[in-house]
Structure formats: structure tokens, C-alpha cells
């Protein structure tokens, strides 16, 4: 078996969307890809994101095991917390946990597809910077106040070297880069799709926000 650390365990898959229209993504299919997005995630985000994403993990896992049966997909989670908060929604609970979630998770994703596609410094091939700084423009910049974009600004000088960081992908294995770029471009290709069928369910629900963190 692989070394790498975003492949589904042995005996399992990740599964795929089902064909309803309704952008009703199962919980379980979401799990099975957190471990992933989070390993994934640890070796470029700093410490607060790393502790913004597991709190919200934690929120959403919280509702689904109180009823897994009423809670099956993200949609049902969103559609009972609306009536449950009233005008408080969707400004509470696993709703705005989620909210913020997929927002990191789509920074992770698009740093990754950045990498795979092969943007760099030219002056710098092996630093992240170009493709950290890309992502968090996409992805988290105007959903920032002044101080958390500069904090992340500086933060962009720690991040690892393009090698360390496929290296820790990989679990300390050593491995040519061209196949540990094929293994993130399969897993961008899983994955991808489902958080884009989550922000399409938070279009279609009018749950977006653009508050300022």
C-alpha cells in the first residue's frame, strides 16, 4: 500500500455523489475525505487554521452523531438548523461551521492544484509562496479583516520547501516529485467535485455570508 497519506484505507473508497440534483452530499462520503484534506492541509497552514479547521470538523461530526439517521447528508444538516435558529441562520452552528470549512479545505485544494499545475517563482522554484499566496486570494483573502490578511502575509515566509512538503506528504518516503504530483492530481480529481457541490448547496440555500473574520 502507498505511503501516501490521502489515499482511502485499505478495503474502503471514497464513493461518489449521488445523481439527485439537490447537492445533498452524505455526511460519510464528507468524512471519508476530511482525513485526507486535513493531512494534506497540516504540512502548509499555519497553527490557527490548523485549529479553525478541526474545530469546525468537530462541530459538524458533533450534529451528524447526535441522529446519523436524521443528519444523513450536509443538506439536512443546514435544512434543520434553518428552522431550528430562525433569523439567526445561518450565522450558528454546524452551518457556519461548515461555512468556514469549506473555505480552508478550498484553500488546500486550490495551493494543491496550483503545485500540480505546476505554477512557481521562477527565481524561487522550490518555495510555495506563489501558490500559497494564490489560494489564500481565492479562497480566504476577502473573508479576512486587515490584521488576519497580514498575519497570514507574514506567515507565507515559514511555509515549507516544495520538496519538504511532498516529502511529508508522502510520509517521510522518498519519491519523484512527477509521482507525487500524478497522486495529487487524482485525489484534486475525487475531491473536488464535492466541495463544489457543498458551495453550491450554500448558493442554492442562501446560507452564504461575507462578513469579515
Known amino acids: 500500500m502507498s505511503a501516501i497519506v490521502w489515499q482511502p484505507r485499505k478495503g474502503r473508497t471514497w464513493g461518489c455523489l449521488p445523481a439527485d440534483g439537490q447537492c445533498s452530499v452524505p455526511v460519510r462520503l464528507f468524512q471519508g475525505v476530511l482525513p485526507g484534506l486535513y493531512c494534506l492541509g497540516t504540512p502548509i497552514v499555519y497553527s490557527p487554521v490548523k485549529a479553525d479547521l478541526t474545530g469546525n470538523i468537530k462541530k459538524i461530526r458533533a450534529v451528524y452523531d447526535s441522529n446519523p439517521a436524521k443528519f444523513k447528508t450536509l443538506q439536512n444538516i443546514l435544512e434543520v438548523e434553518k428552522e431550528l435558529h430562525g433569523s439567526a441562520w445561518p450565522k450558528t452552528g454546524a452551518t457556519l461551521a461548515l461555512m468556514w470549512l469549506k473555505r480552508g479545505l478550498k484553500f488546500i485544494l486550490v495551493l494543491l492544484q496550483s503545485i500540480s499545475d505546476g505554477e512557481r517563482d ?42 519538504d512538503l511532498l516529502k511529508a506528504l508522502e510520509k517521510g518516503k522518498e519519491v519523484k516529485e512527477e509521482e507525487s504530483i500524478e497522486k495529487i492530481h487524482q485525489f484534486l480529481t475525487r475531491v473536488t467535485p464535492i466541495l463544489d457541490a457543498i458551495y453550491e448547496m450554500y448558493t442554492k440555500m442562501n446560507a452564504e455570508l461575507s462578513y469579515k473574520a
Open 122 to 163: 521562477e527565481e524561487h522554484p522550490n518555495l510555495i509562496r506563489v501558490n500559497a499566496l494564490k489560494a489564500y486570494e481565492i479562497a480566504l483573502k476577502k473573508y479576512h479583516g486587515w490584521m488576519l490578511q497580514k498575519l497570514f502575509t507574514g506567515s507565507v515566509y515559514a511555509l515549507r520547501y516544495k520538496f
